[in-house]
């Protein structure tokens, strides 16, 4: 499988790697593989350092308080992690665009990927298409990328417990639950 570097894939990737933040460099290796990134190299304390560093201010950017604030911050982002365009066939499996230079680590790939991504991300489907879940008390960060635009929750678990809270909290003092 090719992960489409630069799509919803990496920015899911983004949101999956924040809520579950890896403890080990392996782990950041293995689950980027399993994400379907093409990582050539091994992965380093380095790279899980920069990579948590990049989580903090990516959550950041799905936090901020209104376009132009996410804007500004994601234009950091982009700042300190993307280069020029290239075509690439590194992989052997076809041409394709990459916004990086070749042979980085692994820290340096997930910065391009993650900041290009989600700009392509934004600007394609709408700046207001990150967020948390609805859920008070889940914290959880998605990408929205439903067909309408208007997912609050993080899953169909949180989805059915408001569901539920909100329609007990309609019910009248004393009623039978």
Do not use: K
Not at 131 to 138: H, I, S, T
């Amino acid at each position: 499988m090719h992960l489409n570097p630069y799509g919803e894939d990496a920015v899911n990737l983004a949101a999956e790697l924040a809520n579950r933040r890896p403890t080990s460099p392996a782990e950041l290796l293995d689950r980027c593989r399993a994400a379907g990134l093409a990582v050539d190299g091994p992965a380093g304390p380095g790279d899980l350092a920069r990579t948590l560093a990049l989580l903090d201010a990516w959550e950041g950017v799905v936090d901020a308080a209104d376009e132009a604030e996410r804007a500004g911050r994601l234009n950091l982002l982009l700042a300190a992690g993307a280069a020029y365009p290239r075509l690439t066939d590194h992989a052997g499996d076809g041409w394709h665009l990459h916004y990086r230079d070749d042979d980085q680590p692994l820290a340096a790939l997930l910065a391009t990927l993650i900041s290009v991504g989600t700009a392509l991300h934004l600007v394609g489907r709408g700046m207001h298409r990150l967020g948390r879940c609805a859920v008070a008390e889940c914290a959880v960060v998605f990408a929205d990328t439903t067909r309408t635009g208007r997912r609050r929750y993080c899953s169909h678990r949180c989805a059915n417990r408001d569901a539920v809270r909100r329609h007990r909290a309609g019910r009248p003092a004393g009623a039978a639950a």
